[in-house]
């Protein structure tokens, strides 16, 4: 595999507000970007831990993954029309850097995220089961490769406090 994670980070957050969409069957970007529905999003006073990142996300309910695609914001925020929100309790996350080309197909794969819960083993972290894991896209070391080619992708598993 060629993902290489360059380091692990303990992160948290307080109570935030994750807009976006909630996908049953996995997120659909394609109709993201077909919509343009992140310029509506950025135009909303947004959580400044993460600043522009765009949010990838998966957990577990009722046994089943539930997806979403979104942006986090301050608890208040407004929900725009069209778009869902969920109210994330305060959350300990550890957070794996991962280092490949952004089209190697690596980077989205069970193998991927296994790869991360062993380094966080490794760590002595635990992960929290069924819930939150995401995926943040954040400019430029995602939007911008290096001199090899190769982005950063933040990808994020909530931990045991």
Request: proline fraction near 6%; aromatic fraction near 16%; glycine fraction near 6%.
């Amino acid at each position: 595999m060629a993902v290489k994670i360059l380091e692990v980070k303990k992160e948290s957050f307080p109570t935030v507000r994750f807009i976006g969409k909630r996908y049953e069957k996995g997120p659909d970007w394609d109709e993201w970007w077909q919509n343009d529905w992140f310029s509506i999003l950025e135009s909303q006073e947004r959580f400044t831990l993460n600043g522009d990142a765009y949010i990838g996300a998966v957990h577990i309910v009722n046994g089943m993954p539930e997806y979403w695609i979104g942006m986090f914001f301050p608890i208040d925020a407004v929900v725009p029309d069209g778009f869902e929100y969920v109210d994330m309790e305060p959350l300990e996350y550890a957070v794996c850097y991962l280092y490949d080309k952004e089209n190697s197909g690596d980077f989205y794969t069970m193998d991927t995220h296994n790869m991360c819960l062993e380094e966080l083993r490794t760590l002595g972290l635990k992960r929290k089961e069924d819930d939150w894991c995401f995926e943040r896209y954040c400019c430029p070391r995602f939007t911008v490769p290096d001199e090899k080619g190769n982005v950063i992708l933040d990808y994020a598993v909530s931990i045991e406090p």
